[in-house]
C-alpha cells in the first residue's frame, strides 16, 4: 500500500466546498502529522495547510490566501487526514497532494507524498 492516498477531490462552482482526506495508514511511523500542498501547471507545489510543533504541542498553520476558509485536521487513531475547504475560488484550483515526514508549509521538508487529488473551481 502507497503510504499516502488522497481522495476527494473534484468539480464545485466558486463559493463551494469541498473535503479532501488523506489515508495515511501505509506510513510506517507511528506519528504522522499530514499536510496539505497544492501544484499549478509549470508551478512548484505550495503549502496550503500544515501542522507546527510549539512547546510539543501541535497547531495549524495556513498560506494567508487559505486563511478563515480552510481547516487542516487530523485522526491519529484513523492516520487519516483532512483538508475542509469552504467558499473556494478559481485560484484554489489545481492538484493537492497530502504530505508526511515533515512540518510547517515548506515542501522540501517532507519526503513521502500522495499521488494528488484534482480540485477544479469554476467560476
Known amino acids: 500500500q502507497a503510504p499516502l492516498v488522497e481522495s476527494g477531490g473534484g468539480s464545485v462552482q466558486a463559493g463551494g466546498s469541498l473535503t479532501l482526506s488523506c489515508d495515511a495508514s501505509?506510513?510506517?511511523?507511528?506519528?504522522?502529522?499530514i499536510a496539505w500542498f497544492r501544484q499549478t501547471l509549470g508551478k512548484a507545489r505550495e503549502g496550503v495547510a500544515a501542522f507546527k510543533l510549539e512547546n510539543g504541542i501541535s497547531t495549524p498553520v495556513y498560506a494567508d490566501s487559505v486563511k478563515g476558509r480552510f481547516t487542516i485536521s487530523q485522526s491519529d487513531a484513523q492516520k487519516s487526514g483532512y483538508l475542509h475547504m469552504t467558499s473556494l475560488k478559481p485560484e484554489n484550483s489545481g492538484v493537492y497532494y497530502c504530505?508526511?515526514?515533515?512540518?510547517?508549509?515548506?515542501?522540501?521538508?517532507?519526503?513521502?507524498w500522495g499521488q494528488g487529488t484534482r480540485v477544479t473551481v469554476s467560476s
Open positions: 501505509g506510513y510506517k511511523y507511528s506519528t504522522v502529522f
Open positions: 504530505a508526511a515526514g515533515g512540518l510547517e508549509l515548506e515542501a522540501r521538508g517532507y519526503n513521502y
